[in-house]
Nanobody, 117 residues
Framework: QVQVVESGGGLVQAGGSLRLSCVAS????????MGWYRQAPGKQRELVAT???????NYADSVKGRFNVSRDNAKNTVFLQMNSLKPEDTAVYYC???????????WGQGTQVTVSS
């Protein structure tokens, strides 16, 4: 059974940094795309950043230049380095992993990131 587990959320002041980590486990098959989405109160879940096993990345315009997504393919682990955080970055951040076999996304439970002004 596939499990996706995030860690690293917390409370930080505006301008600060946080690093999120996520591990996908429980499958002998690889995950093509891994990445991060977020959902703020009263808003829809939105893309933050993703990366493929080949290293292709995709970022939301709102985080370009501030966030960096990276991964360790051998460990099915993805990271999100968040710098210059803003109060509007406050949200629950979800890790997601896509497995081509079956064409399914697997989601973590989410980790809270709160940026105070």
């Amino acid at each position: 059974q596939v499990q996706v587990v995030e860690s690293g959320g917390g409370l930080v002041q505006a301008g600060g940094s946080l690093r999120l980590s996520c591990v996908a486990s429980g499958s002998i098959f690889s995950f093509n795309t891994m990445g991060w989405y977020r959902q703020a109160p009263g808003k829809q879940r939105e893309l933050v950043a993703t990366t493929t096993s080949g290293g292709t990345t995709n970022y939301a315009d709102s985080v370009k230049g501030r966030f960096n997504v990276s991964r360790d393919n051998a460990k099915n682990t993805v990271f999100l380095q968040m710098n210059s955080l803003k109060p509007e970055d406050t949200a629950v951040y979800y890790c997601a992993a896509f497995q081509p076999l079956g064409g399914r996304w697997f989601w973590g439970q989410g980790t809270q990131v709160t940026v105070s002004s």
